[in-house]
Structure formats: structure tokens, C-alpha cells
């Protein structure tokens, strides 16, 4: 076991916001990678609500065994209104205090992250974001944990819906997650051969999507997908399907909306090999001193980037990927 000579002899990890599998790998990875180092590592249970409510307990490498291949997050996760107040993270810090914690790996998006930065400033406490969410969408890395899985969870549940709306020729819209960003979305639509892709990057029009379906019909096609993210602006995939419906009573219109089943089930390679690397990096940027930024990976690469450009800014979708998507859908 390599020799610890850094001040960090306690982490606390926790896990905030909306679940996103890999999250139970990145535990394990920060776990096992205190343990390589000779730190002792504190599971915090239900996010900052656990910071809060001290629901700290210690966790060693076979604490996390069986664990990587597991969808959700087994240390709980909750969005905390109390930590929002200053007394709130006042209850917090004496938590960390009590336990002697030196730093804290949060696994979460941007507004736990922005959370852990609050803490930081008014109590000290150092601490490195690993980013997990499905959307996709935060800065400083080119993945986020748990967006392949749902993305791979949402291309399987469209290919399922193709077969039903070819038996019936029926037009179908498909909700998928994203309610800020069209990456689940304009990923799905590609990979599934969809009609039409709807996302809140993008200005689209009903016009256009009408424009759409007569194209399909004058080259014959009987059945059509169209995928929507969650956010996007024209009104919900409820009142797209009805407005489609009014300009073509002739249409067997029906709607899925996919919901919280991409936020399940068991994590894919490129996740469980993203998050464990993150998991580790996180321990290794706390041992060499660094706090307040968040570990990615970008062009393949590991880098650090500071919490307040993670939050800040957000993730592009690829303009040459829409461009994709349109001659596709021709």
C-alpha cells in the first residue's frame, strides 16, 4: 500500500440530486481508492440531508462489494431544503467535525455542486464533484455518469415502440428525459431512425414537424417516430400529439412518455469504467490538494475544472450531429 503523505486522512462521499446509474461504481472507486492510500472513507446516507442529520457510516472495500453492476445509488440521494439555509449547513459542519472528515467527493450535478461550494466558503471543508447525471449537460467533461445507460435504456424502449407502430402504422411520439438539454434525445432519435427530433437547444416549429410527416408520406412511409425531450419548447409531447392529430384525423397518433425508467437499471461498460475512473481521480485530486473542482474527462483525458465553470456553463450539442439527424431523416 503506497504511503499517505497528504493532510486527508478522512473522506466523505455522498451522492445528491437525481440518481443516474454508475453512481454505486463511483462509491466503490472512491472507497477502494481511500483504501489504496490509507484513508479512511465515511459514507454519508440521503445526500446533505445525511450531512445534516449525521447518517454517517464507514465504509471499507468489502462495504461496496457487488456493487459496481447496481442501478441507483445505495448510499440514498435527496435534494435538501435544509442545507439551502445557513443554519442548515451549520448542523452539516458539525457533523463533519464530529467525524473528523477532512474532505468531501460529491457525486451529483450542478446544484449539488454548487451546494458543496456554499459549504466550502462558509465552513472550509474541501471537496471534488464527480458529475452524475443522465442529461448529460455539465461542463468539464464529455460524459457525465450515467448518460450512456440512459441513453442506451431509451434507444431500447424506441426500438421496442418501432415495432408496434410498424404492425399498426401508427405515428408515435416519444418522451424522453432532458428538460434543460436534447443530448438523450438527439442521440435516441439518431440511433432509432426517428422522423422527427425535438429538443430545447433548438427552435423548432409545428410547421416544420408538419412539413416532416408529409415528407414521409409522399415517399410512402406508414409509421413514424418522433422523439421529444422533456423540455422541449413547443408546448409537450401531449399537446404535439393532439395538434398532429387535429391536421391529420387520418392518423393513428399515440404517445410514450419513457419517464424514470432511463434513470434505472443496471449501468453499462462506458459507465462503470467512467465512473470508477472519476471515483479514483476525485481521491487523488483531494490528496494532492485540490477542492472546488469537479473531474471529467475530456477527448479521453482526465482533467480538473473548476466548480464554478461547471455550474456556469453547460454542454453543446454537437451542431454536426443535428445536421446528422436531418439527412437521416430524409
Known sequence: MPQNISKIKKIGVLTSGGDSPGMNAAIRSVVRACNYYGIVCCGIRMGYEGLINDYVVELGPRSVRNLINRGGTELKSARSQEFRTKEGREKAAKTVKKHNIDALVIIG?????????????EHGVPFIGVPGTIDNDIFGTDYTVGYDTALNTAVDAIDKI??????HNRVFFVEVMGRDAGF???NSGIATGALDIL?????????????????????????????VAEGEKLGGVYDLAKFT???YPEFDVKVTV?????????????????????????????IAGKSNVMAGMQSSKLVFTPIEEAI?????IDKDLIKVADILST
Request: net charge positive; hydrophobic share 35%; no cysteine.
Open 162 to 167: 418501432r415495432d408496434t407502430a410498424t404492425s
Open 258 to 286: 419513457l419517464g424514470h425508467i432511463q434513470r434505472g437499471g443496471s449501468p453499462t461498460v462506458a459507465d462503470r469504467v467512467l465512473a470508477s475512473r472519476l471515483g479514483v481521480a476525485a481521491v487523488e485530486g483531494l
Open 184 to 186: 438523450i434525445a438527439l
Open 199 to 227: 429538443i430545447p437547444e433548438e427552435k423548432d416549429s409545428i410547421e416544420d414537424l408538419f412539413i416532416a410527416f408529409e415528407k414521409a408520406q409522399e415517399k410512402g412511409k406508414s409509421s413514424s417516430i418522433v422523439i
Open 245 to 247: 392529430k387535429m391536421k
Open 109 to 121: 450535478g450542478d446544484g449539488s455542486f454548487t451546494g458543496g461550494t456554499i459549504f466550502q466558503k
Open 312 to 316: 456556469k456553463k453547460h454542454n453543446e
